[in-house]
């Protein structure tokens, strides 16, 4: 956000601005979105190194993660690149499988084959079968997939081309403006011929409604468990100095709210920011939820198959991108599933595994990912990360 933009605010900026908040606002990145080293990558991405495999690493970094806790470990030769998961990187009873981290996994591998041809190679991906379990008591790397290398004719397509532009859109849509049969028909064939996984997308209204009220609810529970709460306030920079300090996690930036509301919250304290989120509207996250025209589900075979997970991630990073490239803004709306593996953690009856299945109506299929897409009110900023440095081993 621009500094003349911010200082045009209403009267409450300026009484906290009186109050001897321009040094924090300042402090506090107010006048700095998408700037500093922590935001370098969706710059520099294709200015070096494009003419060696370390080029498709610089677009697999931009890829979505679970409160972008950036997983992954790269290991590259001149004829191969090893994609490990980082198990360290996890949000606690969140995710008590890692489940959505293998997600991530698989929108990183997705950015890297689309960068794969782009760079002049021809890419096939090898994605090693295994069963998710618990986190680790000692986490370390794990292999996932390996992408072998040859030489191929360089061709970029739209996908591609929309890497640095793909941000998650947590602000308002607007529901008056449909999405194309065209590019919901376009969205239903990315799976292609994966036998093991499918889309199921919704624009009725009484469907979403449902939905709406099956994650809204599922948002409420699991963000009252305290565990959960703690793996997931760790990932949450509210300070600039330490989004530039860890280049990961979710920032006030990118939290949807209006440009004035971004610049109160910056100046807020981490006690401030939680009482205001727990006086917040209820059916706030439905309304949003609703906004959007499609809601959509991502499902496999077996949610616990670690092949099925990276295969899920790369769809939904595919899907990402397309509506990026058509003007579209979409973001995850993976409490329900997210309560799937709440309930099997702690033993409990699989409630919610069996509210999905109502809403699918075929309970073969296992939803894995739950997201929104619409058309956008306001831009979305992109979030910090990690330098290829930090991710090579």
Request: proline share 7%; net charge neutral; hydrophobic share 40%.
């Amino acid at each position: 956000m621009r500094r003349r933009s911010f200082l045009k605010g209403a009267g409450v900026v300026t009484v906290a601005v009186a109050g001897g908040g321009v040094w924090r606002a300042w402090d506090q990145g107010v006048f700095s979105a998408g700037e500093g080293p922590a935001y370098v990558p969706w710059k520099d991405w294709r200015e070096s190194g494009n003419n060696n495999p370390l080029a498709l690493v610089r677009a697999a970094i931009l890829a979505a993660s679970p409160h972008n806790t950036q997983p992954w470990l790269f290991k590259i030769t001149n004829s191969s690149i090893e994609l490990h998961i980082d198990t360290e990187r996890n949000v606690g009873a969140l995710d008590p499988y890692l489940r959505e981290e293998h997600i991530g996994m698989g929108c990183a591998l997705e950015n890297l084959m689309l960068a794969a041809p782009a760079n002049g190679y021809a890419a096939t991906a090898a994605l090693f079968p295994g069963k998710l379990g618990p986190i680790p008591a000692e986490p370390r790397p794990q292999l996932l997939a390996r992408v072998n290398l040859a030489p191929g004719e360089r061709e970029e397509n739209e996908l591609y081309d929309a890497i640095p532009r793909r941000h998650t859109n947590r602000g308002p849509y607007d529901p008056r403006k449909a999405i194309s049969p065209d590019f919901v028909d376009a969205l239903n064939h990315l799976p292609g011929d994966h036998a093991d996984v499918k889309l199921f997308l919704f624009t009725a209204e009484a469907d979403r409604k449902k939905i709406a009220e099956v994650s809204s609810a599922a948002n409420t529970e699991i963000y009252s468990d305290p565990d959960v709460q703690h793996g997931s306030e760790r990932w949450i920079r509210t300070k600039w100095g330490s989004v530039q300090k860890f280049r990961d996690g979710l920032t006030i930036d990118a939290f949807g709210l209006p440009p004035i509301a971004t610049a109160i919250a910056k100046m807020m304290s981490v006690r401030m920011l939680r009482w205001a989120a727990s006086h917040s509207t209820d059916n706030g996250y439905s309304n949003l939820m609703l906004s959007a025209p499609l809601i959509g589900f991502i499902a496999v075979r077996d949610r616990y198959a670690q092949e099925q997970c990276l295969q899920a991630g790369r769809i939904w990073q595919r899907a990402h991108l397309l509506a990026t490239a058509h003007g579209l803004a979409a973001r995850p709306c993976n409490e329900a599933v997210e309560m799937v593996d709440h309930e099997r953690a702690l033993g409990r009856p699989a409630s919610r595994a069996a509210l999905l299945n109502e809403i699918t109506a075929d309970p073969t299929w296992q939803p894995t990912f739950v997201f929104y897409m619409g058309y956008p009110k306001l831009s979305a900023h992109a979030s910090p990360r990690r330098p290829v440095q930090a991710v090579i081993i």
